[in-house]
């Protein structure tokens, strides 16, 4: 459809240039970007498996209850 609009989320970096400070740069980057990521892949933390964290909840919670369990 030629007349479409997309509505498209931005994060905007503005930057002075030490050798011209009279120069502002603004970058706009989408938010979403498979092929240019904010944060790489490989950079990312990855996320705790689930039955870790259910564990981690039901011992700070027999912690407050003072009771003992065996994982």
């Known amino acids: 459809m ?3 609009r997309r509505s498209r ?3 905007c970096a ?3 240039n030490d050798s011209n400070p009279g120069l502002i740069i603004c ?3 989408l938010e979403e970007d498979d ?3 904010l944060v790489p892949s490989s950079e990312m933390t990855p996320k705790l498996p689930e039955e870790e964290v259910e564990a981690v909840a ?3 919670e027999a912690k407050k209850e003072g009771v003992q369990r065996a994982f």
């Open 58 to 60: 039901v011992e700070r």
């Open 35 to 37: 092929t240019y990521p």
């Open 2 to 4: 030629p007349n479409a």
């Open 14 to 16: 503005i930057h002075v």
């Open 27 to 29: 970058e706009f980057e």
């Open 9 to 11: 989320t931005l994060w």
